[in-house]
């Protein structure tokens, strides 16, 4: 009975995966009971239906945009001081212990991020989002990943680099496109549609749709045909 609820309510937030026969009822009581609490926290503390895990920061929620079934896991900390909005569409999940920093220097008010419908990904997440990062819809992440979306400037030998201030391009990842686990993200960085992005890569430039991408530096390995 249990797990015909469960899969009722998964295919009521859009998910059309049949559940696996061989998972015990007690995971469902325990996901059900977890994500109950977790709804609960987010009505009590931003007054909107998102899954809130415990030990939660949410900074300047007034600019952060929060779709349907959005899931922010424990220990994440969301900085929505930027200049644009901050976008967590439908069905968006950010793992535990992540970490958004728009504004990280009072030099430079910070863009932004915008995530779309169904994308998510894995704990121990760092968005350095000052220079804007746009992740489109249907990208699965895994954990560790970093995203830094600007460069300091180091070419005049006759000031501190710490004093010549940053640029920034952004980064952008389009639609239907996995990246494994510890990859970074160099500001400039641009994934096309249909991509995968391999484990442990270090990502700067512009990529095509529809390429496998690994290595330091990322290059095209291979084009999915």
């Given amino acids: 009975m249990i797990k015909k609820i469960f899969q009722k309510l998964l295919h009521k937030s859009g998910k059309?995966?049949?559940?696996?026969?061989?998972?015990?009822?007690?995971l469902f009581f325990y996901t059900l009971?977890?994500?109950?609490?977790?709804?609960?926290r987010g009505l009590l503390f931003l007054r909107k239906k998102v899954f809130l895990g415990k030990n939660c920061t949410i900074?300047?929620?007034?600019?952060?945009?929060?779709?349907?079934?959005?899931?922010i896991e424990q220990s994440t900390r969301l900085d929505g001081y930027a200049y644009e909005k901050i976008i967590l569409s439908n069905n968006v999940r950010i793992g535990a212990y992540s970490y958004l920093t728009c504004t990280s220097h009072m030099s430079k008010y910070g863009k932004g991020l915008k995530m779309g419908e169904n994308s998510a990904i894995g704990d121990f997440t760092h968005f350095?989002?000052?220079g804007g990062i746009e992740i489109g819809d249907n990208v699965i992440m895994g954990s560790y990943i970093s995203f830094h979306s600007e460069n300091h400037n180091f070419k005049n030998k006759e000031i501190l680099i710490r004093e010549q201030g940053v640029t920034s391009k952004g980064i952008k990842l389009g639609n239907n496109i996995w990246v494994g686990a510890k990859v970074t993200?160099?500001?400039?960085s641009c994934i096309g549609d249909?991509?995968?992005v391999a484990a442990g890569a270090v990502v700067s430039g512009i990529f095509p749709e529809n390429s496998i991408i690994g290595?330091?530096?990322?290059?095209?390995?291979?084009?999915i045909d």
């Fill in 215 to 223: 290595g330091i530096p990322a290059k095209v390995l291979k084009q």
């Fill in 16 to 26: 059309s995966y049949t559940i696996d026969s061989r998972i015990p009822s007690s």
């Fill in 185 to 188: 993200f160099l500001d400039g």
């Fill in 33 to 40: 009971k977890t994500r109950g609490f977790m709804l609960f």
């Fill in 194 to 196: 249909n991509s995968v």
């Fill in 59 to 71: 900074l300047n929620k007034k600019n952060i945009c929060f779709g349907k079934n959005v899931t």
């Fill in 128 to 130: 350095g989002a000052s």
